[in-house]
């Protein structure tokens, strides 16, 4: 596939690093605000669809391969099924970190406040295992689709 | 303000189905997959004027970016 045209090619090397750091954004604070997992892996891979749109299938297959982003789904859905086990002390998916002063362990505080990052257990883990299966599993997609598509063209030109 | 709210839901509603309407009645193909973006985005406005922000997030980065993407690649390999 052909690149498109300068004016997109630059506003896209312009714009891509922020959606990617808003992505990670939604991701990381997604016990707390609107969003979570599944929404900021979605917009980190609708960034990585602009990159492959504008610039062409070609030149983004080299710095990240399918076997590699199919290797990250994988290991993004077995932390996940992970965490869910490490609790099967007293029940599956309970929350152990929870309220216990360590990674993510903080008390939780009642009433009108901005917000701790530090709480919430073993729920931020999650979200950012499935915001990397999500963003991995829709840029196996893409991938697949702009190689079929390039496949496509191959055969018919023969 | 509640009528203010309800204007501003008539028109983004309105101008929603305008753009439906024109994805179906368009003879080209990129100006018509625009033209759906356009009312997914909306949809995703729509969301949010409805306290859903979760579900605005989700339809604006998988309605208005994913497909199009897949459908403008599907469109070029037409060609």
Redesign the interface.
């Known amino acids: 596939m052909s690149p498109m045209s300068k004016i997109v090619r630059t506003i896209t090397k312009f714009v891509y690093s922020i959606i990617i750091i808003f992505g990670f954004y939604i991701i990381v604070h997604g016990h707390l605000t609107p969003g979570g997992g599944f929404q900021g892996g979605a917009v980190t891979a609708s960034a990585f669809a602009l990159l492959l749109v504008s610039y062409g299938s070609l030149a983004s297959k080299k710095f990240v391969k399918k076997d590699f982003l199919s290797f990250l789904e994988s290991s993004g859905l077995t932390l996940f099924i992970a965490l869910a086990f490490l609790g099967l002390g007293t029940t599956f998916f309970y929350n152990l970190l929870a309220n216990s002063g360590g990674w993510f362990g903080n008390v939780s505080s009642v009433g009108i406040n901005p917000g701790d990052m530090n709480t919430g257990g073993v729920v931020p883990l999650m979200n950012m295992a499935v915001g990397l299966e999500v963003l991995s599993g829709l840029g196996v997609i893409l991938l697949v689709m702009a190689g079929a598509m390039e496949f496509t063209k191959k055969k018919e030109n023969l | 303000m509640s009528s203010f709210v309800e204007i501003i839901h008539l028109v983004n509603l309105v101008i929603m189905l305008a753009a439906a309407l024109l994805a179906v009645l368009f003879r080209k193909l990129l100006p018509s997959v625009i033209a759906l973006s356009v009312a997914s985005l909306l949809l995703s406005l729509e969301f949010y004027l409805l306290h859903a922000?979760?579900v605005a997030?989700?339809e604006a980065?998988?309605g208005a970016?994913?497909t199009m993407?897949?459908f403008?690649?599907?469109i070029?390999?037409t060609r």
């Open positions: 922000p979760d997030i989700a980065a998988i970016g994913l993407a897949i403008i690649f599907a070029r390999g």
